[in-house]
């Protein structure tokens, strides 16, 4: 069954997330400070203190179009490695998008075009945030304008030929169509871009529009809530208690959706998994990036978030994951990782996409990029167990399929994919121009 609330962990954590600051008076941010770029109702959760949030008819009537998801037992992988291990995959590639974004995209597109929002704005990585709110806007009768970061626009055209098909209009970022992609451009004509450029230039047109708002994929608090339908789900349909709890982690949205409603069941006494995240070694913010407060785009036009950033002008090596590739993480994720509630490792891609060729040969889907992170680390727990002799449950996300990415995976199988080395002082370059 589709549940019919959304899960919001914050009230049930043992302290609130710092809260977004102002970047020219660096006080909490107030519902006029967000009215220009998010529509009241989203604002509203985003501060929400209520547990539970019910779900409209709307978004079910869309959501009953690919809800609810398998959750799969992995046993030819399971055989295939000789582990004692239970492995279990919650799958969201089965949305019209191929991924879990439109958990969101939906109830977003929803609230907007509701209080009388003409277009949306928004970037998009690897394409799957942008084509899922393509869709979305689709269903709501709304415009959509993507900026999208320009190494996936290369290497990823049909991910641009998706979205034109729901209608929307698709940029390569950084694009000469706003200040902030002309100043990128006008310093490194060549620029791969980032998420935290595209970021820029969509919230810069949103912000100039006076019917036109802007949406974001991952990160913020809303996002992360509907997000917990998976988990939601999962809980309903695993029978019998997690050991522990794997999920890739870009902003954070499909690990927390996933995660939420077990780590409510785990607060409250009655499960105790471990939890990990996996974030890719080329763009390592839990496990290399510091506790800060800094902007969620490069220009600096968002609030000040307190999360786990490399710094705002960060550009990640151009890996295949190009939903992994942004230089924060969601401050909600973030301030929980301060408080121990779960764990972090990093990947590198080569190991990655040898855990995905693994997986598709078992199992029959191939995923995406960026779930072959969650896999690698996985599998890694799975020849644990067969070390150990020890048969746990092992719950992982597959958020999304590689329909799209076949180019990343010819790259691997002819040998010709590298990994990027990230030396400390590309990180410290950027963390030095963290606001002070
Ligand atoms: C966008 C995306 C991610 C990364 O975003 P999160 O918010 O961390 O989930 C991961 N996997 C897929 C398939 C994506 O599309």
């Avoid at 239970?86 to 597109?109: C, D, F």
């Avoid at 959509?144 to 030929?161: L, T």
């Avoid at 950084?174 to 490194?188: C, E, N, Q």
Wanted: hydrophobic letters at 40%; glycine letters at 10%; a negative charge.
């Amino acid at each position: 069954m589709i549940p019919s609330h959304w899960y919001n962990i914050v009230p049930d954590l043992p302290a609130p997330p710092p809260p977004p600051l102002h970047p020219a008076t660096r006080r909490p941010v107030g519902p006029g400070d967000l009215a220009p770029l998010f529509p009241m109702e989203l604002i509203g959760q985003e501060v929400s203190g209520e547990r539970f949030v019910a779900i409209p008819q709307e978004v079910l009537d869309v959501y009953r179009l690919w809800r609810p998801t398998p959750l799969l037992r992995a046993r030819r992988l399971e055989k295939a490695l000789g582990t004692p291990a239970r492995i279990y995959y919650k799958y969201e590639g089965g949305s019209p998008a191929g991924s879990h974004k439109p958990n969101t995209a939906v109830p977003q597109a929803y609230y907007n075009a509701r209080e009388g929002v003409r277009k949306l704005t928004t970037e998009t990585g690897a394409g799957q945030w942008g084509s899922a709110l393509a869709f979305a806007c689709a269903q709501f009768g709304l415009e959509c304008e993507v900026w999208m970061v320009r190494a996936s626009y290369d290497q990823k055209p049909y991910r641009r030929s998706l979205m034109q098909v729901y209608g929307a209009t698709v940029h390569a970022s950084p694009s000469p169509v706003t200040k902030a992609g002309s100043r990128v451009l006008a310093d490194a004509p060549d620029s791969t871009g980032s998420l935290g450029i595209a970021i820029s230039e969509a919230v810069e047109v949103a912000g100039a529009g006076e019917d036109v708002r802007y949406a974001l994929g991952s990160v913020l608090n809303h996002v992360l809530l509907h997000q917990t339908v998976i988990g939601e789900e999962a809980l309903a349909q695993l029978g019998e208690a997690p050991d522990v709890i794997i999920g890739c982690t870009g902003g954070g949205s499909n690990f927390a959706g996933l995660v939420f409603p077990f780590l409510r069941e785990k607060l409250a006494g009655r499960i105790d998994p471990v939890i990990r995240a996996v974030e890719p070694a080329a763009c390592p913010s839990f496990t290399r990036g510091v506790y800060a407060y800094d902007f969620g785009d490069t220009a600096g036009f968002t609030p000040l978030l307190k999360m786990h950033t490399l710094g705002h002008d960060f550009v990640p090596d151009p890996i295949h994951a190009g939903g992994l590739r942004y230089h924060g993480m969601s401050p909600l994720l973030s301030h929980m990782y301060e408080l121990g509630m779960f764990e972090a490792v990093s990947k590198s891609q080569t190991e990655c996409f040898e855990a995905g060729v693994r997986f598709a040969r078992t199992e029959g889907i191939v995923p995406a990029p960026e779930p072959t992170h969650a896999l690698a680390e996985t599998i890694a727990e799975a020849l644990r167990c067969k070390e150990s002799g020890e048969a746990k449950v092992i719950l992982t996300a597959l958020c999304g399929h590689g329909h799209f990415d076949l180019a990343a995976y010819d790259r691997y199988l002819s040998g010709a994919m590298e990994d990027f080395a990230l030396p400390q002082e590309r990180i410290d370059e950027a963390l030095a121009r963290l606001p002070g």
